[in-house]
């Protein structure tokens, strides 16, 4: 399971997040909601031990996240790689192995058969050695997707993997959220759609600073919520 406790983080002056606490349990697909600034990518960057934490405890399996991160997997938002620079898919996804194997040894054949299964899970094996860059929007994420099965990761962790795909790409995510669910892995999930999509997570964290409110989704996505955490603007459209 993922534990946090009191978590605050003062980001260069700016306080991204305050007091936020929670619990998932192992085996759940969690959705984080927001809206812009609410502190959303800061709460997973803290729990990757990518920003300084003011305050606060991540634990998982209760045990300090900082000493266990091999048991991660993240996948960032599509507009923060750099999709000019010359990879393969095939080394993408290879990537995945870097840390455990050496950044100069060679791959293991168990390193190799994790890349080709992953790759294959999201049909994409077969573009194994295209560059990354000339691969579409959904087809790229698939990629990142692949990335972070063959790690065999334990907390996997996605920003906003939904946006700017195709319906062949989705349903894909879709599919690969559900098997890894049903496997033990834990999930969270960064989504900015408010609308049906929302129907997949075991429960969802909505945040704006502060951990506004964690339930399913007909605890969280309430009026008096989401006047809380987006103003009476959002509330008049969701509703």
Not at 205 to 224: C, P
Request: charged share 20%.
């Amino acid at each position: 399971m993922l534990e946090i406790q009191n978590l605050s983080i003062d980001y260069r002056g700016t306080l991204a997040l305050h007091n936020v606490s929670f619990f998932v349990p192992a085996g759940q697909l969690v959705g984080i909601i927001g809206p812009n600034g609410a502190g959303k990518s800061t709460l997973v960057e803290a729990i990757l031990n990518l920003v300084p934490v003011t305050q606060g405890v991540i634990r998982f399996k209760g045990i300090s996240l900082k000493r266990q991160l091999l048991k991660t997997a993240y996948v960032p938002q599509r507009s923060y790689i750099d999709w000019d620079y010359p990879v393969t898919v095939w080394n993408v996804v290879m990537m995945a192995q870097t840390v455990q194997t050496g950044l100069f040894n060679k791959f293991s054949r168990q390193a190799k058969h994790l890349a080709r299964t992953a790759l294959e899970r999201v049909g994409m094996y077969e573009l194994r050695h295209r560059p990354i860059g000339e691969l579409s929007g959904g087809q790229q994420q698939r990629v990142f997707l692949a990335r972070a099965l063959a790690k065999e990761a334990e907390l996997l962790i996605f920003d906003e993997p939904f946006t700017a795909v195709d319906r062949k790409t989705e349903d894909i995510i879709f599919d690969v959220f559900q098997e890894l669910r049903a496997a033990g892995k834990t999930l969270l999930v960064i989504n900015h759609d408010l609308g049906d999509s929302l129907a997949i997570y075991d429960q969802l964290l909505l945040l704006n600073k502060r951990l506004i409110a964690q339930g399913t989704r007909h605890e969280v996505v309430t009026s008096d919520n989401l006047e809380r955490a987006y103003g009476r603007g959002l509330t008049r459209v969701f509703a």
